[in-house]
């Protein structure tokens, strides 16, 4: 019955685009407190979201099963042209990454091919309070945390990891504003990387695309005009014809390469 419940709010929702808990009511037999529950029970796990006004749409992660476009071998199809390009133009590595669950992985890896050395973030999943690819997202999608639980529970890679929840919610504002994620020795000394999601509503802010390298080539300036130029790609990736709109464990890999360094991303 539960179940059959859940399924129920989810049909209706999905059939209207947009729906109240008073929409719900009024197209089942479920009294208003049982549907406002259900309701909640379900944006908690991701298959609904509020919009505006005491309304809800079907979530991102509902989304993301659904649409099989979304797949990791589609994504990468769409995006790695672009990352090939910025690698070589900038002599570094860049990766895309997604949110599957509740972690962000990263699913896919373009370096330069002019044989200068250079830092691979590896593939894998990445905290999310630690790494800018997985900042990236969370800062856009704050479900993500649990913040009353979060207190005293964030893991300290390095001495430059947020590790107080306060500090995490300024850092996650600050993405908002300026639209793109650092992670400056967060994870491992001596590297840093610069990441910005695919949108900041919708499929792509799910998403997100980034670049990673030395602390001594990535500097503030550096990180900065990366940073614009990485929310420019990847604004034009998410308007691109063939991108899915929004209506349609140990965070450190080893992998490693001949001339690469792994590090996080």
């Known amino acids: 019955m539960h179940l059959e419940r859940l399924t129920l709010i989810l049909e209706i929702v999905g059939h209207k685009g947009e729906a109240s808990v008073a929409d719900i009511c009024e197209h089942s037999d479920l009294p208003k407190a049982s549907a406002y529950r259900l309701v909640q029970d379900l944006v908690r796990v991701g298959l609904l979201e509020p919009v505006v006004r005491g309304r809800f749409t079907l979530g991102i992660r509902l989304k993301r099963i659904t649409q099989s476009d979304q797949s990791d071998e589609a994504l990468i199809e769409q995006v790695a042209p672009t990352l090939r390009q910025a690698a070589s133009r900038h002599g570094a590595a860049f990766f895309l990454s997604r949110l599957r669950g509740r972690e ?3 699913i896919h890896v373009e370096t330069p091919d002019t044989g200068v050395s250079f830092l691979h973030p590896g593939l894998g999943k990445r905290p999310l309070h630690a790494c800018s690819c997985s900042k990236a997202v969370a800062a856009f999608s704050p479900s993500l945390f649990d913040f009353e639980k979060l207190d005293g529970r964030l893991r300290a890679y390095t001495e430059f990891t947020i590790t107080r929840v306060e500090d995490l919610q300024s850092e996650l504002a600050a993405i908002r504003q300026r639209g793109y994620a650092e992670c400056v020795e967060e994870i ?6 610069v990441a910005a999601p695919l949108s900041e509503s919708g499929p792509g802010k799910a998403m997100s695309i980034g ?13 900065q005009n990366l940073g614009s130029q990485l929310t420019k790609l ?6 691109s014809d063939h991108f899915p709109s929004e209506h349609g464990d140990n965070p450190q890999c080893s992998h490693t390469s001949s001339g690469q360094e792994s590090v996080g991303g």
């Not at 491992?188 to 990387?193: T, W």
């Not at 670049?211 to 990180?223: E, I, K």
């Not at 990847?234 to 308007?239: C, K, L, P, Y």
């Open 104 to 106: 962000v992985e990263i």
């Open 234 to 239: 990847a604004r034009e990736i998410s308007r």
């Open 188 to 193: 491992e000394r001596g590297m840093a990387s």
């Open 211 to 223: 670049a990673t390298g030395s602390v001594r080539v990535f500097t503030p300036d550096f990180r």
